[in-house]
């Protein structure tokens, strides 16, 4: 008797557990072989990439009290993209690069893990747009800085990225937002 009150509480607690937050998830992994010319000899590097793409789960309100509710169709969502490279034959991958895409102003931004936070980039166009460095007095928040501002960012619970900003023109503070990346309907 003990046990079957357990395993009903744990199957409980489990049940509103996982209707915390819905999401839908795919993940694609792709691995290619590449040779290279190093002028001495020709090397075979595996390049693995992994495609993750999150969305949001949203039902329609009109059937709230339903059991089986419909699926309102979301354009949000959110894509990282893991790539990790082996340079020699044992089995490990050596580098590893995440990237995650956002769109701010029509334009897509690349943002790209590295030790102490990330770096931005924009989509075809070379070079930085912008370095994130994690603050140390809390690791929510990072000191973001590009050629036009310097700011304060954070993800808010959408999973944008908002920085914070004094606009020395208008003398307040100003917010922009890189947002989650959005694909046509």
């Known amino acids: 008797m003990k046990n079957l009150i357990y395993i009903s509480i744990f199957l ?8 915390d937050k819905p999401r839908s998830m795919s993940e694609t992994t792709e691995v290619k072989t590449v040779k290279v010319n190093n002028g001495e000899e020709v090397v075979e590097n595996k390049i693995k990439v992994t495609t993750r793409e999150e969305k949001k789960v949203k039902l329609d309100k009109a059937d709230a009290d339903k059991v089986n509710q419909a699926r309102v169709m979301n354009s949000d969502k959110m894509v990282t993209k893991t790539i990790e490279i082996d340079n020699d034959n044992d089995p490990f991958y050596d580098s590893e690069i995440e990237l995650v895409s956002y769109i701010q102003n029509g334009k897509e931004y ?4 590295n030790a102490n936070g990330f770096t931005v980039t924009k989509k075809n166009a070379k070079g930085e ?8 007095l809390d690791g929510r928040y990072y000191i973001f800085n590009n050629k ?3 700011g304060i960012g954070y993800f808010d619970g959408d999973g944008s990225f908002v920085v914070e900003y004094y606009d020395n023109d208008s003398n307040s503070l100003l917010t922009t937002k ?3 990346i959005k694909t046509p309907k």
């Not at 409980?12 to 209707?19: E, H, R, V």
């Not at 747009?129 to 140390?136: D, F, L």
């Open 148 to 150: 036009e501002y310097s």
């Open 12 to 19: 409980i607690s489990a049940n509103f557990y996982a209707q």
């Open 110 to 113: 690349n943002f790209v893990k």
């Open 129 to 136: 747009y912008a370095n994130a460095m994690r603050s140390t």
């Open 178 to 180: 890189f947002m989650s």
